[in-house]
């Protein structure tokens, strides 16, 4: 199940990485035992960092079970 607290959290870009992420590639995926309590792609100055290192932002996830 997608969180709804995610948003669009866009994880790629089509184009330039110069511009924001507008595509939704990656995911978090978990068994059914457990229930995601949020999530986060990391935007701003984080993600500028981080797009130096990836193609792809990650998206940050916590879960309970």
């Known amino acids: 199940?997608?969180?709804?607290?995610?948003?669009?959290?866009?994880?790629?870009?089509?184009?330039?990485?110069?511009t924001d992420p507008d595509h939704r590639l990656d995911f978090v995926l978990a068994a059914a035992h457990l229930s995601p309590?949020?999530?986060?792609?990391?935007?701003?100055?984080?993600?500028?960092?981080?797009?130096?290192?990836s193609d792809h932002l990650p998206v940050v996830a916590r879960l309970t079970f």
């Not at 309590?37 to 290192?53: H, K, N, Q, T």
């Open 37 to 53: 309590l949020s999530s986060v792609v990391p935007s701003g100055d984080e993600a500028a960092v981080l797009a130096d290192l």
């Open 1 to 18: 199940t997608r969180d709804p607290a995610a948003g669009a959290g866009c994880t790629h870009w089509s184009g330039d990485q110069a």
